[in-house]
Each structure stands twice: as structure tokens, then as C-alpha cells.
T-cell receptor, first 111, second 116 residues
Framework: GESVGLHLPTLSVQEGDNSIINCAYSNSASDYFIWYKQESGKGPQFIIDIRSNMDKRQGQRVTVLLNKTVKHLSLQIAATQPGDSAVYFC??????????FGTGTRLTIIP | GAVVSQHPSWVICKSGTSVKIECRSL??????MFWYRQFPKQSLMLMATSNEGSKATYEQGVEKDKFLINHASLTLSTLTVTSAHPEDSSFYIC????????????FGPGTRLTVL
């Protein structure tokens, strides 16, 4: 079946450094991708999204890159802060409202 | 805006009992609500899609008679776990969409269910 997966289950980054979280997806028909942040015991929090007609989108300290050729999505977080420590999920949408979530990457910011 | 709440935030129940979890959109009308289940250190798995006034659509492998979903209004959906067993212990999360072109889902804070 179709799946959305992440390359790295855990990532540790020194505070102030940049971090990159990667995601691979398998459904070439997916047209909408979202990155979520989930802190322990809480629901997912929207970070940034991107549609398939774009290859880059920037937000505050975050950038999402989409490479449709290799079906790869990445989330870049600049100047990481302790509050960035969380689990990050990518999710894809196939043109309807249903989302398929990736396996998640735990990001730990080292003070 | 676009706030989704869940109640209760956590619940402990005895095996064999039923538990109801509420999901509310506080400041918008949700055309569609979704229920997810998340086991420890795992991802969110969609259980069902719920539209106001109609029957929920369950994902493959999710027992509709065990996980009863009612979406009686545009701001409230409920998930009832019937005859709960320890293996039903999980983090249950709902989300809601406004039905706009973005299809963005707004997530609730989750409900931790522990079945003894």
C-alpha cells in the first residue's frame, strides 16, 4: 500500500544550529503535504504545508522543500531552540481530506 | 481561531466498560471530523471519518461496532469505545476541517485512555 515514511527516527541538534528532518512518500498522486509538531501528551500542531505545484515554502524559521522527482519532503528548522524539541510528522493528502501520517522523527535540541 | 477541544483529556476505566470521548470545534463549524488513534512512540492512524448527520466511514480493520462515532452537529463528534479492553488503551485524537479549499485539519489535544 501507499506509505509515508521518515528516514531518521531520532535527531539531536545543538541549540542554535539548523536541523533538517526528511520524509519519503510513495504516492505520486499526493498533492498536499503538511508538517506537524507533536509535543508529549498533546495533539499535532500545524507547522507548514506545501502543495505539489511548489518546491519550496518558507515560514518563520521553517522551510519545507518538496522534490517530486524522488518523492522526498524535508523540513528545515533554522536556529533551533529548546522549544523545538518534539516529534515531527509529515503527512500527505491524496486530493481528498484524509491524511496519511509518516512514522515521525524525534528531534532533541541539546542546550 | 480554529480551536478544537476534547473531553476528557484522560480517562481510566475498567475492562468491559464503555467510554465516551467528545470532540468539539469551538469557533468554527466542522463539516468533517476525523478520529485517530496513536499508540506510544507510533504515528497517528486514522480510524474513521465523520460527517455531520451521516454515518461515519471507518478505515479498514477498525471495528465499527466497537468504536461508535456520532456526529450530531457541526461542532460536536463523539467516539464511544464499547466494552473496552486493555489493548484499547491509547491516545485518541480528533481533528476537524472547515471544508474550505485548503482542507487543513485542526487537531484536538487528545484523550489518553487507559483500560485496566
Amino acid at each position: 500500500g501507499e506509505s509515508v515514511g521518515l528516514h531518521l527516527p531520532t535527531l539531536s541538534v545543538q541549540e542554535g544550529d539548523n536541523s533538517i528532518i526528511n520524509c519519503a512518500y510513495s504516492n505520486s498522486a499526493s498533492d498536499y503535504f503538511i508538517w506537524y509538531k507533536q509535543e508529549s501528551g498533546k495533539g499535532p500542531q500545524f507547522i507548514i504545508d506545501i502543495r505539489s505545484n511548489m518546491d519550496k515554502r518558507q515560514g518563520q524559521r521553517v522551510t519545507v522543500l518538496l522534490n517530486k522527482t524522488v518523492k522526498h519532503l524535508s523540513l528545515q528548522i533554522a536556529a533551533t531552540q529548546p522549544g523545538d524539541s518534539a516529534v515531527y510528522f509529515c503527512a500527505e493528502n491524496f486530493g481528498n481530506e484524509k491524511l496519511t501520517f509518516g512514522t515521525g522523527t524525534r528531534l532533541t535540541i541539546i542546550p | 481561531g480554529a480551536v478544537v477541544s476534547q473531553h476528557p483529556s484522560w480517562v481510566i476505566c475498567k475492562s468491559g466498560t464503555s467510554v465516551k470521548i467528545e470532540c468539539r470545534s469551538l469557533d468554527f463549524q466542522a463539516t468533517t471530523m476525523f478520529w485517530y488513534r496513536q499508540f506510544p512512540k507510533q504515528s497517528l492512524m486514522l480510524m474513521a471519518t465523520s460527517n455531520e448527520g451521516s454515518k461515519a466511514t471507518y478505515e479498514q480493520g477498525v471495528e465499527k461496532d466497537k468504536f461508535l462515532i456520532n456526529h450530531a452537529s457541526l461542532t460536536l463528534s463523539t467516539l464511544t469505545v464499547t466494552s473496552a479492553h486493555p489493548e484499547d488503551s491509547s491516545f485518541y485524537i480528533c481533528s476537524a476541517t472547515t471544508g474550505t479549499a485548503t482542507n487543513e485539519q485542526f487537531f484536538g489535544p487528545g484523550t489518553r485512555l487507559t483500560v485496566l
